[in-house]
């Protein structure tokens, strides 16, 4: 990484929680209501990586049943 991106994420990462504060500034004067508690802030990278792995067995399995079935088929062939 170079300076020019090092500055780019520090920049963002300011502006977010500039804009989290400014937030719950509001939401303390009564501006706007607060914000509700958000199950998937908490848990989503833990269902993100559930869901990977999940994906990754559900896959295994289809392409060991694929690769049975072809065997299966070949080994029936009657050459």
Do not use: C, W
């Not at 300076?3 to 719950?24: G, N, T, V, Y």
């Not at 792995?53 to 289809?62: D, N, P, T, Y």
């Amino acid at each position: 990484m170079n300076e020019k991106e090092i500055l780019i994420i520090l920049d963002k990462i300011e502006r977010k929680k500039f804009f989290k504060l400014i937030q719950s500034q509001a939401e303390k004067e009564g501006h706007i209501s607060p914000a509700p508690f958000l199950f998937l802030k908490k848990l989503g990278n833990v269902l993100q990586y559930t869901g990977g792995i999940l994906l990754g067995i559900f896959s295994g399995i289809f392409t060991l049943l694929l690769i049975y079935i072809m065997v299966v088929y070949l080994l029936h062939l009657q050459l």
